[in-house]
């Protein structure tokens, strides 16, 4: 170790480190800015860095600006506390801080299943280069196995010689509607490629989780990289399957809920993820199990990448077994009947339309000439901002009112607590319920004297 390294290393027992070590988080959406509040209610001293001026603004403010409960109330303690801060200078955060976590995008590559790592490559080459006392860079961003080594090289060689700059890799797990509670109660902490100094700074800002029993996993980088995307790939699995078989219970008869409580009692499979209906959407499943094909494919993992791929396709046509189920429900033709959608968000409790599944079964009928109204409680907004040719109601009586058929697309409480009595009073004659969650009490909404269909539900 050079003496310059010697004096800049940080040290967790200095008066200047009571907190422990400083923390930047690069990149504020969803997951930096779970993240930062996050760091910061576990009382270290944090600044989030982002190139959206508006964002930095809002965020400094204590504003959110998505959906996602408990993190406003976690915002606005970090940002009065005085320890959380938001910046657009890249190199006032890389001064500042001992542990830099970058938690930038990593969308689809426009006209391939690859990842955009563009984002990824900016923040850890900007840090690189601006960085003025030792350092460890952490990736928390869901990449394509073989990035972390690609960039802990990129890094080397652009930090300035003298310091002792490390990068490891710390995969994120957040559900979206329980990021709050996932970051600071995680159910596990995975590291890659850290030394055993790195591997020490992490169990500083992990203290806490790990006081209370969380398993702190250390490995190496590409391991790192695939265990997040894996469990994303064996989620998403799980979903295609018990769709593939809900469409089995329909021709047979069969009532796949039944089928999947039977099932969720054997302890090797569990009851998590096994509810068939819509399938799956949002920022991360759809992208990640992609990105995980493509990469498999550059690898030459051809098992892998034909799993995937079913699972994929199978996903894409739950949407249109929705859409022709409407369609037949309407007698053969959609065009100039009223479709009330009830949901809009990919899943309750956010406001994510990204790779709606909901949105995406509303425009598909409002293209076949349909009058659709979509209510949602909390992506209203979101989604007007994405499919603006749609029509929006603000309530649920709203979305429903002269209905032909009403489809339940997002399983939010509000829906799933209906009154069908009431509902059904604001309909035309004869309404049909299309229940694409299989979250509603069938039973009472049939005794209401509603038609009632599910996706692998016994008639």
Known sequence: ???????????????????????????TGYLGATHAAAMAELGFDVIGV???PA?????????????EPGLPELLVRGVESGRLRFTTDLAEAAAFADVHFVCVGTPQRPGSNGADLRYVEAAFEGLAQHLTHDALLVGKSTVPVGTGARMAARVREIAPAGLRVELAWNPE????????????????????????????????????????GTPFIAT??????????????????????????????????????????????????????????????????????????????????????????DVDEINMW?????????????????????????????????????????????????????QVVVYDPEAGETSRRMFPTLTYGTSTEE????????????????????????????????ATVIDARNCLPADAWRQAGWTYRGLGAAR
């Not at 930095?56 to 998505?66: H, R, Y």
């Not at 850290?194 to 700074?201: C, K, R």
């Not at 829906?415 to 004659?429: H, I, K, N, V, W």
């Open 220 to 309: 190496d980088l590409p391991t790192a990289e695939l265990v997040k995307v894996s469990a994303n790939a064996f989620l998403a699995t799980k979903i295609s399957f018990i769709n593939a078989i809900s469409q089995v219970c329909d021709k047979a008869g069969a009532d796949v809920t039944v089928l999947s409580d039977a099932l969720g009692h054997d302890v090797r499979i569990g009851r998590q993820f096994l509810n068939a209906g819509l399938g799956f959407g949002g920022g991360c499943l759809p992208k990640d199990i992609r990105a995980l094909m493509h990469r498999a494919g550059e690898l030459g993992a051809d098992s892998l990448v034909a799993l995937m791929q």
């Open 399 to 430: 979305a429903v009112t002269d209905a032909d058929v009403v489809l339940v697309l997002t399983e939010w409480p509000v829906f799933r607590q209906a009154d069908p009595t009431q509902l059904l009073a604001l309909t035309r004659p004869g």
């Open 55 to 67: 964002k930095v603004e809002a965020l400094s403010a204590g504003k959110v600006p998505f959906y």
């Open 173 to 212: 797990f957040l559900r979206e509607g329980k990021a709050v509670h996932d970051t600071l109660s995680p159910d596990r902490v995975v590291v890659g490629g850290a030394s055993q100094w790195g591997d020490d700074l992490l169990r500083q800002v992990y203290a806490r989780p790990l006081s209370t």
């Open 50 to 52: 982002d190139v959206d």
């Open 318 to 370: 739950q949407r249109q077994r929705v859409i022709d189920m409407a369609v037949q429900a309407c007698g053969g033709s959609v065009l100039n009947r009223r479709i009330g959608v009830l949901g809009a968000a990919f899943k309750p409790d956010t406001d994510d339309v990204r790779d709606s599944p909901a949105l995406n079964v509303a425009a598909g009928l409002h293209l076949r000439g349909a």
């Open 1 to 27: 170790m050079t003496e310059q390294t010697a004096q800049t290393e940080f040290d967790a027992t200095s008066p200047d480190s009571a907190r422990g070590p400083r923390i930047s988080v690069v990149g």
